[in-house]
């Protein structure tokens, strides 16, 4: 019982101090063209690391999964909203996971 609390405790303070340090010494706004963009980019990246192979390995099929990737990447770079491309690959996966 030990052990979990302080692992419990162990979680808290791993996820707490990464949004704790930032706010401690960085006081004053940041500037830094490189730094901003950064921190602008970064949530898609991580969302997209932690997604991406799941959606490769979602139908059992990594073509049918790339094939439909593709096309679902291809629609939203045309500015498609997401819920219609969303909607647009399941369907795709669906039926090319049949077909295939």
């Known amino acids: 019982m030990y052990k979990i609390i302080l692992y419990c405790l162990v979680l808290a303070v791993a996820s707490f101090l990464p949004r704790v340090i930032p706010l401690v010494f960085c006081k004053k706004k940041i500037t830094n063209k490189f730094i901003l963009s950064f921190l602008y980019y970064m949530p898609y990246a991580v969302i997209s ?9 979602s139908t059992g099929s990594v073509a049918v999964s790339a094939i439909v990737t593709g096309i679902v990447l291809i629609i939203s770079y045309f500015k498609v ?6 909607i647009i ?7 090319l996971g049949f077909i295939f």
Not at 50 to 57: E, N, Q, R
Not at 81 to 86: S, Y
Not at 89 to 95: P, R
């Open 81 to 86: 909203n997401t819920t219609i491309c969303a």
């Open 89 to 95: 690959g399941v369907v795709l996966a669906l039926v």
């Open 49 to 57: 690391a932690l997604t991406f192979p799941f959606i490769l390995f």
